[in-house]
């Protein structure tokens, strides 16, 4: 359950979707992808994408303290080579267990493209920021209640396919400080 409700947090700060159905939500007024600093990968220059993000923050007067890529990136990363050949990032495999690249805590998940989860496909990559500019909480105490009858989501009654249910809510609080402490990479 921790994943996943991580997970929604990661879509909801990031994206401003409505993990269940993929759709922004009007509930959620700001999230990373408003930012308007971007920079734009081009040529599969992967890492130059990643100076020039960083290049925005600190001519914005943050610091670049970390970058979250979503596996393409990653892998993009990854697989770069040299005019001789050789990989150019060679310690970082195929770039899916990535923790830090150029001095940057890195972090690696298909939540920053959300492209199992949005319904309009999302051109972000990656972002590169001052993290601390991002804050989030959570309730406190997250209230449950168990479904023994009924349909409560239209596949069908819960008795009769001997199944229950199980329903909780969170609330997240998510605060962005400045949006440009954050640039994205498209």
């Known amino acids: 359950a921790g994943i996943a409700l991580g997970r929604a947090l990661d879509l909801v700060g990031i994206h401003k979707i409505n993990p269940l159905t993929g759709t922004v939500s009007e509930l959620v007024k700001e999230g990373l992808i408003d930012t308007t600093q971007s920079a734009t990968l081009t040529d599969a220059k992967y890492d130059q994408a990643i100076e020039a993000a960083a290049g925005i923050i600190i001519s914005s007067g943050y610091s670049p303290t970390g970058i979250a890529m979503d596996p393409t990136l990653s892998f993009g990363l ?5 005019t001789s050949g050789r990989k150019i990032y060679p310690e970082i495999g195929f770039g899916q267990e990535l923790s830090n690249f150029e001095g ?8 920053i493209s959300a492209k ?3 319904s309009v496909a999302s051109n972000l990559i990656g972002i590169v920021g001052q993290f601390d500019a991002f804050r989030w909480g959570v309730q406190r105490s997250i209230g449950a209640h168990l479904i023994e009858y009924g349909d409560p989501d239209g596949l069908g009654d819960l008795q009769r396919l001997n199944q229950l249910a199980i329903r909780a809510e969170i609330v997240y609080g998510i605060g962005i400080m400045d949006m440009k402490a954050f640039t994205k990479i498209v």
């Open 78 to 82: 990854s697989t770069m080579r040299d």
């Open 116 to 118: 199992n989860e949005m």
């Open 104 to 111: 940057m805590t890195a972090a690696v998940s298909d939540t």
